[in-house]
């Protein structure tokens, strides 16, 4: 039994398909946690509807005419990854290469178009409180695959490694192999609570919002390498 907020989840459709929003937006209006206060055709009109909006999440297509949904993320949430609007990213392809470039650019998960309705409302409810949607261990397998789309690690990167402690970067490493907290607990030897301290130390250094981040921090900074190499 889910119970009401005061304030909905305020969620912002963006497809360029008219059926599509259509009918998410009859599975998330039947919530009452839930409320679509806007929609969007294509990346350009979500970006000025979300900086009209501030919704809280953003349900965004990748695959759009005159601004993709990896423009538009880039720009909703911000270089500096300062909006408090979360994007959630729709796909047709689980191992969609853009799927990476949405994550880049700060996306806190994706779904695929076929979701389930009760997954998709679940999804939405965990990206406005602010974690991912998507397992590390995903994330890991994609940029594994995909990992000649990504940057060389820059003086800006190095310089936000610079701020970890040993410790820190030692346990963003097992993060970006998928392990959960109590996992990397076991790996060093430390209580599931230290671990949690430190990955939150992680985030707020880095400037990431949840573990997906710091995966893709991961792999862009050369902390991991594909195939789990560090």
């Known amino acids: 039994m889910v119970t009401t907020p005061a304030t909905p989840v ?4 963006v497809d360029d398909q ?4 259509t009918g998410f937006k009859m599975i998330l209006e039947s919530e009452p946690d839930i409320a679509v206060v806007g929609e969007a055709g294509d990346g350009e009109k979500a970006v000025s509807e979300a900086r009209a909006l501030q ?3 953003v349900l965004m297509d990748i695959r759009m005419p005159r601004m993709d949904g990896v423009e538009a993320t ?3 949430t911000g270089t500096d990854r300062s909006s408090s609007v979360k994007v959630l990213v729709l796909t047709t ?3 969609d290469e853009y799927i990476v470039e949405a994550l880049k650019a ?3 998960g994706f779904l695929l178009k076929d979701v389930p309705p009760d997954d998709l409302v679940e999804a939405i409810r965990i990206v406005a409180r602010g974690d991912a949607v998507v397992a590390p261990g995903v994330t890991r397998r994609l940029l594994d695959r995909f990992a000649q789309n990504l940057s060389s690690p820059n003086e800006k990167v190095n310089d936000l490694v610079a701020r970890l402690t040993e410790r ?3 346990v963003l490493r097992h993060v970006a192999r998928g392990l959960s907290n109590n996992e990397i607990a076991g790996e060093l030897f430390v209580s599931e609570t230290t671990v949690k ?3 939150g130390n992680v985030l707020a250094k880095l400037g990431l919002r949840d573990r997906v981040q710091a995966v893709v921090f991961a792999y862009e900074s050369g902390l991991t390498r594909p195939g789990g190499a560090t």
């Open 55 to 57: 919704p809280d999440v």
């Open 93 to 95: 392809f689980d191992l």
């Open 106 to 108: 700060g996306a806190s």
């Open 10 to 13: 305020r969620v912002l459709l």
């Open 197 to 199: 301290t430190h990955v």
């Open 18 to 21: 008219p059926l599509l929003r």
């Open 168 to 170: 820190e970067r030692e």
């Open 74 to 76: 880039r720009q909703i």
